[in-house]
């Protein structure tokens, strides 16, 4: 049983910078960690994910270049940092994992219904 919390949304302007934390209890070791993020009206969609024990990353390509995804298996916490954000970021954000291994130690799924844990999530609003 893994459980995660999330912290560090909030309101700011078109440009700034945010950065979302997401620390996990339990032994995430092998899973895949990824933040989703759900605007009003739409479905959840994935951001980035990372797998906990291998380096293998993914972003979404509405994110790549502005979003970091990051880990730190001491304080086993993931870390989303998002730059140049834009009012269409604007959505609440879910850490997430999967535990399966999908017989690779790189895959990282992208859909939503893979994910067998989730935060409660955090609001992040851009403003133009």
């Known amino acids: 049983q893994v459980q995660l919390v999330e912290s560090g949304g909030g309101l700011v302007q078109a440009g700034d910078s945010l950065r979302l934390s997401c620390v996990a209890s339990?032994?995430?070791?092998?899973?895949?960690m990824a933040w989703f993020r759900q605007a009003p009206g739409k479905e959840r969609e994935f951001v980035a994910g990372?797998?906990?024990?291998?380096?293998?990353?993914k972003y979404a390509d509405s994110v790549k270049g502005r979003f970091t995804i990051s880990k730190d298996i001491d304080k086993n916490t993931v870390t989303l940092q998002m730059n140049s954000l834009k009012p269409e970021d604007t959505a609440v954000y879910y850490c997430?994992?999967?535990?399966?291994?999908?017989?690779?130690?790189?895959?990282?799924?992208?859909?939503?219904?893979?994910?067998?844990?989730w935060g409660q999530g955090t609001q992040v609003t851009v403003s133009s």
């Open positions: 990372i797998k906990w024990s291998a380096g293998s990353s």
């Open positions: 997430a994992a999967d535990r399966t291994t999908y017989g690779t130690s790189t895959y990282i799924n992208t859909r939503a219904s893979a994910y067998d844990y």
């Open positions: 339990g032994s995430p070791s092998n899973y895949a």
